[in-house]
């Protein structure tokens, strides 16, 4: 069931919810990781300066969920840190920020955008496989240490949803 939310780039007024929204998940099934510190400290260095964008969903004006792309290179991006606060998961937000999210590379010429993540997150990776993401190899190369799958989308193919 979808409630009045609206999808909304980054402002600086919203950063501190990119970080706590992101900490509720980190700190309940993880440990908060260096690189994680970083992006969720440092948004603006670490996200937005290299030509990545943050996203949050708002519910009236409080942001609710969030997330990240990542520019790792001409045309690949990755979706990273989608929290949605307890309450209001299951009613589609997360699904509108990576729709969000999504068009928002098309627009920049993205041709690929990855995610990492972990197989305990069912819920999360149900909603990635059903917005389009494939799974991958996973490679050594993982940014996260609990990283146990990778998924992808061609942005060519994808069309926008």
Known sequence: ??????????????????????????????????????????????????????????????????????????????????AVREDMKRKGIGRMLIEGAVQWAQAHEGTYLFLESNSILEPAVKLYEHAGFKHEQLDSGAHYSRTNLRMGMNLKAAGTR
Do not use: C
């Not at 440990?31 to 440092?42: G, K, N, P």
């Not at 964008?53 to 290179?73: N, Q, R, S, W, Y």
């Open 1 to 82: 069931m979808r409630i009045p939310v609206h999808i909304v780039p980054y402002e600086k007024r919203y950063a501190a919810y990119f970080k706590e929204l992101n900490l509720v998940w980190l700190t309940q099934y993880f440990s908060v990781e260096d690189i994680d510190r970083e992006v969720l400290e440092q948004p603006g260095e670490r996200v937005l300066a290299p030509g990545g964008m943050i996203f949050f969903a708002l519910h009236d004006t409080e942001p609710v969920g969030t997330t990240a792309v990542l520019k790792h290179g001409h045309g690949v991006y990755e979706l990273s840190k989608l």
